[in-house]
C-alpha cells in the first residue's frame, strides 16, 4: 500500500459515489472519537464526505476539511463542513495552524514522505496528529470464504488491508516514522460488532476503490460470488476503530 498515493485513478474514483460513500461507510468508534476531540480546531484531511469532520464537529470542534476529490466535497459542504479542494501535498494552509489533524481512512493516500514533515508544522503546541482506520472482518460468513470468492475477480490484498502481518508490520513503520520525526506514539483499538443486512453489506464493499473501480462486468460477477456465499442471511461482523496518535 506504500504506493497507493500514487494511484490517482483510484484516489480520484469516490466521487462518482459520493452519495453511496457518504450513506454506506461505518462511523468511527465514539469512544475513540471522545478520547481524542478534546475541543479547539481540526484539520480534517482526505476527508471525502465529511464523515469523521461532522462526527468531530458534533463533539464541539471548529473544523476545516481538505479532500482533492470536488464531488465528494460538495457532499462534505451540503453537510455543513467547510471544504477546500486539494491534496494535501497541494493544500495551501495560508499560515493556519491547528490542535488536531486527523486522516480518517485517507493515510494511504498521501505521499508520507512529504505529510509527515509538514504536518509538524501545521499543529499548534500540544497538538496531535490522529490517523484512523475502520476494520470490518467479517465472521459469519467468514471473512476467509469472502475472500476466497473475491479472488478470481479482484486482488484481494492490494484492494482491502492485507494480512494481519502486513497491518502489523505497516503500522510499525508507521509509528517508527512519526518518531523519528520528533512525536511521541500511541495507539488503541476500539472494538464492537454488528449485523448487517446482506445488500447492505454488498453495497458497502464496492464503496471500496478496489471493488468500485473493476470494470462493469467483473463488478457484477464478483458481487453475484459474494452473494452466493452470503446466502439468505444477513452478515455478523466483528468492527473496530484504530487509531494511532502522534503528539508534538
Do not use: C
Not at 461507510?25 to 481540526?42: E, F, K, M
Not at 466535497?73 to 477546500?84: K, L, T
Not at 467479517?138 to 471473512?143: C, D, E, F, L, Y
Amino acid at each position: 500500500m506504500a504506493e497507493l498515493h500514487e494511484d490517482r485513478r483510484r484516489a480520484l474514483s469516490f466521487g462518482a459515489i459520493a452519495d453511496d460513500y457518504d450513506r454506506l461507510r461505518p462511523r468511527y468508534s465514539d469512544v475513540t472519537l471522545d478520547a481524542i476531540a478534546t475541543g479547539g480546531t481540526a484539520l480534517d484531511v482526505g476527508a471525502g464526505t465529511g464523515i469523521l469532520a461532522r462526527q468531530l464537529r458534533d463533539r464541539g470542534l471548529d473544523v476545516l476539511a481538505v479532500e482533492p476529490d470536488g464531488a465528494m466535497a460538495d457532499v462534505a459542504r451540503a453537510s455543513g463542513v467547510p471544504a477546500e479542494v486539494a491534496t494535501f501535498e497541494e493544500w495551501d494552509a495560508r499560515g493556519r495552524t491547528f490542535d488536531l489533524v486527523t486522516f480518517g481512512q485517507s493515510w494511504h493516500w498521501v505521499d508520507a514522505e512529504t505529510a509527515v514533515p509538514r504536518l509538524a508544522g501545521l499543529l499548534n503546541p500540544g497538538g496531535r496528529v490522529v490517523l484512523l482506520w475502520n476494520k470490518l472482518r467479517p465472521t459469519a460468513p467468514s471473512n476467509d470464504d469472502l475472500r476466497a470468492a473475491s479472488e478470481d475477480y479482484v486482488n484481494v490484498e492490494a484492494a482491502g488491508a492485507g494480512t494481519a502481518h502486513d497491518q502489523m508490520y505497516a503500522m510499525a513503520e508507521l509509528r517508527g516514522r512519526f518518531e523519528a520525526a520528533g512525536f511521541t506514539v500511541t495507539e488503541r483499538e476500539d472494538s464492537w460488532t454488528e449485523t448487517q443486512e446482506k445488500d447492505r453489506w454488498l453495497d458497502l464493499v464496492f464503496t471500496y476503490s478496489g471493488h468500485s473501480t473493476l470494470p462493469d462486468d467483473r463488478r457484477v460477477a464478483l458481487r453475484a460470488a459474494l452473494a452466493e456465499v452470503i446466502g439468505d442471511g444477513d452478515v455478523e461482523l466483528a468492527a473496530g476503530t484504530i487509531a494511532l496518535i502522534a503528539e508534538r
